[in-house]
């Protein structure tokens, strides 16, 4: 088991399952101890204003009120000069700089810029790193890439890493809802890489706590990259987009007008199934339905199940040969020629469009058979890292969490298209090459056995369902965060 | 310029386009001339009862005609005995056995197992090769898994390859025709990747030119496996089938009922648009088009070929990186947990198997946009292929001539979805996972370009599409074998 030690904060155990994690719960109240975790630091870099660059900058600057400067570094010429300013990093106060320089000038440097930039810069910011600094990253891709490459960090800085189990704008936006409701935030993992100061694990925890991270768990920088870049490519974006893209052709098969199709596959999906998981756990939502309505949802898993299976165990395989992470800096190189094209022109997210236009929340169809698909693929996704040895939290906030309270009421508000079409660069990727996976073999497996009345179903599924330790570690990991709306407007 | 040297045939000069390729060309007049293309090999082995296998050790021996034995090697065990036995291949006369032992025996080794069984069992065949044997090839494969493990043929063997382009079902069957037709069958390429016998050259020859192959001409191995996986995945079968099921979606979109939708995107593709692009050439295909019908194809031509592009490009890249030959060796393992469904379940395909049902051949629609698109595609893998540096045989052969004359025509017979479920695992992985692709993104980009009148098509694709060298190439090649009806009963 993973462990850690912490003089600042307080360690505790959690029981999930069959087993123990050592953990930190987050909250306002301890944020005064932010400059006792972060000694020996003189400012903390923030490097990049994407939604996490920028969202961590501002977490931080609110959290340490002035006890440690925060300064923004970007790239000279940076388009989001303006949006950095216009968030009160400035040159003028000296929180604004160019990435370089703010990197030379800084002990703990927290390194938020795009996958593809940290390829193409990184040994330009591992020379401009001071010696002694700590380096932090916000998810694995960079050691995924160094592996690939048979390259390493440098010998003589700490790396650590704190992962938002959400997006950028989920990562600010819970962290403000704290400020009423003292605990709100999106949880996160660390990683300890290096630890060459003996100040890693605090720096680390500091970091996360002054995100706003209700609580935190531990795991490796290895793990993280091959459960966030595998979940993104499954249910947390390419596996939703692919579940309610041929769940809305079956609904158009099955006579039901554009609006109704869109209201029972993507409406549903990221609304009422996502809020009920939410709330009340998987089992919540199984348990919502009754007679025919829980046969289909059973029908539907034990179709899915299988299917989402097979994909995720394909996508980790992809991901720990390394192919993944080849196939995006591969594609950087096409993008430079190529460009990207958006996924939102095709029939179906134009009906989207004017569905959603004409919504009403509080009528929406929580339907038993999309139920069924959605939480199949899920399951499918937290068994294949139960059997990769991945710790709970990172499970559960990998599959479910951030799905339910980060990407889904984002997708719900703006569609899932918008989402595709404007998360970062690697998931855009995945999402774009996994998605017609899932509406594939969905199609062509799944769908057709739910048509057929003598298809062999393996109910004994649900029963491995109704029974699973998931259950147990949603029901503690809900315990350690307050009930917000994390439903965006 | 790849060249070579024969002293039992003849080796011609034709000029392509703007080069000249050194080639042979076929005949039954030249089987008197395989014995001494064999000469100093005591015994032909042919590994496998596959598709090639068969048709490979049955056109060997009725070309060699007893002058040289041709005997099939199999598992212990193997379900293709019966079928072996059936062709004439017995224990009793001495033309079937055992793997290992037909290879301890033989001098020219033709391994046409599956590409899981080269990976499973290549050191136990290697061990097995008499030291000065041939090793023969059907294709890259095991080149493209040796580069990956860092390993090498042995180096006291000749390592060659002939690669039939065409299924193995059409090398028999066009060898069958080559009874009436003198010169009828399947173009091959040839490669010589190890040469310790100084003759190579006149094997690799003459088994080529008893296959039946109406010319043969040179690749290198590697570039054989580069474009012969990257065609599989794009025109030849991944790319035909994600084409056909998004051409469907949208004619059922537009209105059609299910079968006039599969015969303006199916049948039309694997009929009508073969037949005359394999006798009149893609410029034959679009002059068949004239007003409003040549508008419509040069529009969806237009939107079609950027998607294309972009597409072919990244199966190269992935299948050059080595990723795509990493994926297919990942799968193996899972299929023995997952197996492999079928894709002929879909609504699609069981709405295929009515309209095949009803068709008239001779009333089948030639549809312009459906020409359009699938040529924009094509144009798109040749145009890959030129700017890869690959000869322009091989250009032709594997994005034009193996879909019109061999692949195409088996699956207007059959179906798309029976010749996907029915091709080696690696041509079937592949084909899986990028026909979605193909689909999603002509759904994405093709399509809503080609629903708005104001989308700023690029027509001046179709200028370079006119004046294309690859016009003159199919014409060079239509040249070089009789023209015989390649369609499957």
């Known amino acids: 088991m993973l462990t850690f030690e912490t003089s600042v904060f307080e360690r505790e155990y959690i029981t999930l399952a069959d087993g123990r994690e050592a953990i930190v719960r987050g909250g306002r109240h301890l ?16 490097i990049g204003w994407g939604p996490q660059g920028s969202a961590q900058a501002q977490n931080l600057r609110d959290s340490l009120a002035g006890k440690l400067k925060v300064v923004v570094g970007l790239r000279a010429g940076s388009g989001s000069r303006e949006a950095a300013r216009a968030a009160g990093f400035t040159e003028e106060n000296g929180t604004l700089g160019e990435m370089f320089e703010v990197i030379a000038a800084s002990d703990l440097v927290l390194l ?38 048979g390259a390493r960090f ?5 790396v650590i890493a704190v992962c938002p189990k959400g997006m950028g704008a989920s990562v600010r936006a819970l962290y403000l809802q704290g400020a009423q409701t003292n605990g709100a935030g999106i949880n996160a993992s660390f990683a300890i890489e290096q630890d060459v100061s003996g100040r890693a694990t605090e720096r680390a925890l500091g970091w996360s706590i002054g ?33 309610v893209e ?42 919502r339905f009754d007679g025919e309505e829980r046969t289909a949802f059973r029908r539907a898993y034990a179709a899915a199940y299988p299917v989402g299976l097979e994909l995720v165990h394909e996508i980790y395989d992809e991901v720990a040969s390394g192919n993944e992470i080849r196939s995006v800096i591969l594609a950087g190189e096409r993008l430079k020629r190529f460009g990207m094209g958006t996924i939102d022109g095709s029939p179906m997210w134009k009906a989207g469009e004017v569905a959603r236009g004409t919504r009403d929340d ?48 984002y997708m719900h508000a703006r569609g899932v298209a918008f989402m595709v079409d404007n998360c970062s660069t690697t998931a855009r990727l995945g999402s774009r090459k996994w998605a017609p996976r899932f509406d594939y073999l969905l199609t062509q497996v799944a769908y057709p056995a739910l048509e057929d009345p003598r298809a062999d179903l393996d109910l004994g599924l649900l029963t491995a369902f109704e029974e699973h330790p998931v259950h147990e570690v949603l029901r503690v990991c809900a315990q350690m965060r307050p009930s917000v709306d994390i439903f965006v407007e």
Chains 1, 2 share one sequence.
């Open 154 to 158: 440098p010998e003589n800085i700490d």
């Open 362 to 409: 509080e009528k929406l169809v929580l339907d038993p058979g999309t139920a069924g698909i959605f939480c199949g693929v899920m399951m499918a996704q937290i068994d294949t890292f139960f059997e990769k040895g991945h710790p709970y939290s990172e499970i559960a906030n990998e599959s479910v969490i951030e799905a339910t309270d980060s990407l889904n009421p």
């Open 211 to 243: 995100l706003g991270a209700p609580y935190t768990f531990q795991t490796t920088l290895r793990s993280e990259y091959l459960s966030d870049l595998t979940g993104e490519r499954a249910i947390l974006l390419g596996g939703v987009h692919g579940i």
């Open 31 to 46: 944020f005064d101890r932010l400059p006792s975790a972060f000694e020996g630091v003189n400012q903390i870099a923030v």
């Open 246 to 287: 041929s769940l809305y052709r079956r609904f158009r098969e099955q006579g039901l007008d554009e609006t109704e199709a869109y209201r029972h596959s993507v409406d549903c999906v990221t609304g009422p199934i996502s809020r009920t998981v939410s709330k009340e756990g998987l089992l919540g939502l199984y348990r």
């Open 112 to 149: 938020l810029i795009s996958d593809a930039a940290q390829v193409e810069l990184h040994e330009q910011i591992f020379a401009a790193l001071r010696p002694g600094a700590t380096l932090g990253l916000s998810h694995g891709f960079l050691l995924g890439f160094l592996d690939q490459q």
